[in-house]
């Protein structure tokens, strides 16, 4: 590669503090809320995160691309991201599964990236700073007049997204083997694996769009008297802005079907029982996160991306109209709550369990996969 | 879960002496360990026998017995001691072993003592392998096809049924000892053979190859809750079939994606579990064939590893320290990061820490210290060290982690002429992997080689040969560019390239391209290493360099004093001067200074982020030190640099650091050029009325003979400015002189060759001194037990002096005040001295800290090397005597007469070498330094004291059975004496036929064994060889004949010793060994031997504990 091979770039935060580096991926403009992500692994799945919808992400780890584009790895259908930051891409993919290099890829879905930057400083600007908004351009040399662009785009407070990343159509993931449950599980922006994690263990997961009702969710298995468990899956936007989807998990408490969410999906379990939510200075974006599961004192390493957290009180027990609500795991970095769970206030049985993370993992650690045995017995109606 | 309050004392065991394969990286990890145990209040009893070792300093653990590592000696301690538990899973294979021994000899029974970390049933299952393939094929992973032997029948059809090549696995041995790759029958017959007699359950696993896999290393550390984290995963850039230890490696894994890498992790947490390693760190290894992503677990470590430290540094993430906690019960989210400062205090150590850098590890040989050795790496470890560099891109970490090496010939070069490059014979070439491969893979890439004929060749992974044609480009870069712009010197450096390399490329010196960097702005920022990619705020200041934006240097107000280390391990220069290092942080940072070291070697106390205020993990070259000098003098004020303890190292750096500006503490370079040169240090002796052995300085073989002539043979020859000895021989006559000069390849007149007079017959000693400029501290006066023309770190040697007397000390004394006043040292100083025929002759002076300072510290009880800190930022003698840092009077040449005996002994690594015929390499001594590590003995008298230091470094001297003994003519008279003891204590002396036609006439009977050369006797009579390798020999002496003439004697001496090497019995090869073997024999005949820990001898000796305690 010599010297100046690639167009010159430039990266400004909202607060004015601009990188110089060089074009990745497409040429262009893009803006978003910039936010990195430390995983060391997992590119690939990252980027087709449909959570990750209006960021831009910045990798902390230094090569990427390494290991190339396959097809087995993307989470959704198609990369995600705002805009991609990077420090020293890959020249060339070397991995037996790689089909294509990142760049290509990122080139042929018109994602705007810089590389070449300083992203431990930029990394370390958001950490104190917070997650903020910023623009990449390949077109503008001048950064002020790309800041005046950045203070103009969207910020992510308030912002509903699902409807943007959602299935437009319903569609079935069939259970593996033998089938066991149906499951009825909301598309927010959810990942491939976990509809894949569920088939694996027996469930055949109705993956709707984040628009249907309570009459859609119902109708999932009615021949069978309707689905056996419902599922909220993560996604993008602030939890705060999203009120159907409450409401229709709030009916769907009241009528006891057993409940799971993932991410956006504890989001909003937290605030149908009740609490509120908050955006995090930086949110945590990584595949080490510490999460301690109180129930067992268990320390799980996993994988997360959110940046909002639900507001709940931690070795406090309390009461909501569908039943006792505790918080069931938290990050033992910043003691922010990581999981919930409602009991039936007269029982004591689970009705519902949600968590902030990932336990589905792709990309991360395997660690916090027992939460789908979890989801199972709940089913089976075993805890 | 907290501590578990039923643990009141601990028993660690450290590693012993500093062998290829078990180097100090145990240390680290037992310090490590020792540190935190202590702070918890709980009692430590350590047992290790290397005195170099910080751990062994008495203010680490409340009884330290440096004492034989073996099971007997052990047990004394446990008696004594009664500990309630043993921790020792961080002292390597050594502790790992000792401790399986003292188990299957119910020591641990008897005396109630708890095995914490790992249990026996889990280091067995870790180590056995028959086990471990069954835990890894219920985990639903893979083992590579296997047979487990024990015969060379067994062998034969393990081969037919796996198909050569075959890969043989000898159980229980530590770095890969014994193992090797076999093509055919012959090649099994000789290694398998080898590997059944190095394991010590007779058991070898042949197995089919993977050779070219791609190959892996992830660390996990483990509570007694099930809490599993991955610390770190290390990916090696040699693919399988090289031992990780001599293969350069990288961290994070770079190649994998997160579907395979996930996979590696879940069978490491699933392997761990059920190993059953309750508590602690372990090491799995894995294949990946790179054509089909399928996994292959190769092995695991139920204990922390080499790996663990360079782990431990590459992360920021403390494993042994961990490992300890857990051991006495605590959870990872119980214990602290310390690195970090999250909102709520720290962050918890039960997550993974993730880099935003590259670490890449680079081993380093000793192939020049056995000529004749293999030099093609294998399964066998054959490294004596390495260097780590951290950079924040691959090409970045890994020229730094090249030059960090101190090997010239280690670093790219673009300036060989390009038609000298033969592409088909480069590619043939790098197919075997060498010291210095990589090298050459860049020479394959100038030669015009493609990508995949590269892949082809080494099987290289394709990402990492693309980041060596991206090193190539950016040279040619610099070499096309009409002019050294900001550009393309932004773009070399970001890559990692060095002024140097540069400067070569340009046709400028180094100086020159600083010169226009500097100008140009163009200066490194110093990163963090954080455990977290910058997610949290980080509290320790452990730094790298980097050609980024931002720096991360913090402002200081205290005065900052900067220690260079010294570097990568190597014979000659090892623990011994990273100890010496560590002191003076730990001293200085009590005199109220900052402390900041600068190191590259990721096994050393030094290099964790804890032992000095401030950390630069930077490789030790003048550009390198000048940008910290620089970055910190920005932070604050800065004193100065030490370049006195790190050997020589930094040594040579002083001269040019001070041209910069840079200033020097302690002895000023001009100091060291008056006594590293040769003329000049003349001048200096005369003035003193001293005298050193006959000397000239050759360019020529010429020159050299005229000297010799005029001065007399035998004479020492040995290259200029040199440590370790290296190069240096004793030649006897022309012919070898002759010889020695041609083979000498830096010979220029820049770079004369030394002759001297070999002083025959002398007693050598070795004195450790300190100097303020008044005062003179004699630390130590150290006896060399064989004659001079040993390396003085492959003699052994007894302290106090056992031969000599009050006058020669005192004439040694005056000698020492007059060379450091005359060289004007500020410090420490060492002297070798030579006492032939009542005249005291000065070898050599090094104004410096030496090898032997840790001993002479440990032996006296005195810390020399925190005092040596002090005189050299000031403080003089008289006033440490009064600080309690020295004793108040007397000193190391005045030791009161209840002092103990301390005997160093070396170890050699012979048995790690072989000729490519597969021969061992020959294992004499002579002037070049060859062992890697020492042991130290420590008694009321010089026989037990001897014998403690044999047994731990070879074994215990025996007490009965049998002895061969075959002198050269010269010593023959010498040994009669010491032989007939023997006879007289009951061994059956077996000798050759002029041995024992001398012991007969004597009175001593023997019984002739038949010569190597002489083959088999007609009624199948064994050689002495066959005797010795059948392990029916207890003890060998054996002097050689040193002259060239005696072709055969010579080679029958080489093959005895070999055998000897080989069947791990203990081998004289000095008269003067054989008369302190005959003393050791005799104090353990006459029965009990006591272990005594060094407090016990401060409190029998009344001495000061001198001490700074431990941070």
Redesign the interface.
Known sequence: MPLHAHKEAILVLEDGRTFRGESFGAEGETFGEAVFSTGMTGYQETLTDPSYHQQVVVMTAPHVGNTGVNDEDPESRRIWVAGYVVRDPARVSSNWRAKRSLDDDLRDQSVVGISGIDTRALTRHLRERGAMRVGISTIETDPEVLLKKVLASAEMSGTNLSDAVTTAEAYVVPAKGEKRFTVAALDLGIKEMTPERMAERGIEVHVLPATATLEDVKAVGADSGGPDGLFYSNGPGDPAATTGQVELLQAALAEDIPYFGICFGNQLFGRALGFGTYKLKYGHRGINQPVMDLTTRKVEVTAHNHGFAVDAPVDEETSTPYGIATVSHVNLNDDCVEGLELKDAQTGKLKGFSVQYHPEAAAGPHDAAYLFDRFISLMAKEV | MPKREDIKSVLVIGSGPIVIGQACEFDYSGTQACRVLREEGIRVVLVNSNPATIMTDPEFADATYVEPITPEFVEKVIAKERPDALLATLGGQTALNCAVALDERGILEKYDVELIGASIDAIQRGENREEFKKIVAELGGESAKSVICHTIDDLLAGAEQLGFPVVIRPSFTMGGSGSGFAYNEAELRRLGGAGLAASPTTEVLLEESILGWKEYELEVMRDR???S??VCSIENLDPMGVHTGDSITVA????????E??KL??LAIGIIRAVGVDTGGCNIQYAVN????RIIVIEMNPRVSRSSALASKATGYPIAKIAAKVAIGY???EIENDITA???GS??A?????????VVKVPRFAFEKFPGADTTLTTHMKSVGEAMAIG???TEALQKALRSLEKPEAVFDWTQEIVELDKPALLEEIKVPTDGRLKRVMDAIRSGAT?EEIFESTRI???FI?QLF?IN?IAQ?IIASPELTA??LR?AKRHGFSDYQVGKMRGMTADVVRGVRHALGIRPVY?TVDT??????ARTPYHYSSY???TEVAPREKEAVIILGSGPNRIGQGIEFDYSCVHASLALSEAGYETVMVNCNPETVSTDYDTSDRLYFEPLTLEDVLEIVHAEQQAGPVVGVICQLGGQTPLGLAQALKDNGVPIVGTSPEAIHLAEERGAFGRVLAQAGLVAPKHGMATTFNEAREIAAEIGYPVLVRPSYVLGGRGMQIVYDDEALRSYIEAATEVTPDKPVMVDKFVDDAVEIDVDALYDGTELFLGGVMEHIEEAGIHSGDSSCALPPITLGAAEVERIRVATLAIAEGVGVRGLLNIQYALGSDVLYVIEANPRASRTVPFVSKATATPLAKAAARVMLGESIAQLRTAGVLPRTGDGGALPPNQPIAVKEAVMPFNRFRTPEGQQVDTVLGPEMKSTGEVMGLDSDFGRAFAKSQAGAFGPLPTSGRIFVSMANRDKRTMIFPIKVLADHGFEIFATEGTAEVLRRNGVPSRLMRKHSEGTGPDGEKTTVQRILDGEVDLVINTPNGTSNAKSARMDGYEIRTAAVMANIACITTVQGLGAAVQGIEALRRGEIDVRSLQEWRDIVGHHDGGVSAK
Not at chain 2, 350 to 358: A, G, K
């Open positions: 809750k099930d809490n984290v991955i994070p894994a770079l190649t994998l994606t997160d579907r890498y996930q992790r879940d790179p054509a089909d992503g959870t990872l989210d999250g909102p709520n962050t918890a039960s997550f993974e820490p993730t880099l935003d850098y590259v924040r891109n691959f990508p992974d394709p990402w693309d991206l480009e870069e550009d393309v773009y990163k977290c990619a910058a997610e949290f705020e980024d934006e931002e």
